[in-house]
């Protein structure tokens, strides 16, 4: 998979190059490359925004420097992309998506400041290749670059080869609906708390069911909705029990 990020602030996308995602680029299990908007200004200011149309507090990134961005950047590799731009009106950005996304050849991130980017950019964009606006949360950020990092990680650890062991992606939270449940590891009694017997067990069956029922109990208590978004047949009776 190749990414490519374009943002007025490349140095936030650092991160990217460290721990895990930095050792599977050079691995060459994932390409990345990030691009500074501000390349494809043509005054000496640099401009990248305007003066909203129809009022209003804060600026809108130009459609004229994305479109000469998004344009040299999709040209940059023959593969076929997809458009994705964080923005605080998208549809939520979760599991499934990165599950989805793990399947692109490549991914170009639009991260917008200001205002955000003028609307232009994205409809123009949704006639030759599919766009996704997606949200991290229902919180605001100041600009996209952060929830980028996010959605880079959340996909990137889904690529093979990227996680050393790949079964634990299968059991991550979200990855059968619900939210995964505690973990323990040494020492056995810390400040006086103790890992849970079964855990010491080596009942496997105990122990999947232990690990079940405090999946349900921790999904039921934080993220009831999950829960009641499961399918028909996604408990079995022994959850039903629970
Ligand atoms: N994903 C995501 C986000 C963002 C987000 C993403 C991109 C941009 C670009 C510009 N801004 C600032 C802004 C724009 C409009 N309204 C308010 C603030 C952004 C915020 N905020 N919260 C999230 N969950």
Known sequence: MR?????IFPGYLAPLREALLGRAIEAGLVEVAVHDLRDWTHDVHQAVDDAPY???PGMVMKPQVWGEALDAVLAADERPARLVVPTPAGRPFRQSTAQAWAGEQRLVFACGRYEGIDQRVVDEAAARMPVDEVSIGDYVLVGGEVAVLVMVEAVARLLPGVLGNPVSAEQDSFSDGLLEGPAYTRPLTWRGLSVPEVLRSGHHGAI???????????TADRRPD???????DALDAADRAF
């Open 54 to 56: 129809g009022g209003g």
């Open 3 to 7: 990414i490519d990020v374009v943002t």
């Open 226 to 232: 999950l829960l009641a978004a499961l399918p028909a």
């Open 208 to 218: 999947a069911r232990w690990r079940r029922d405090r999946a349900l109990e921790r």
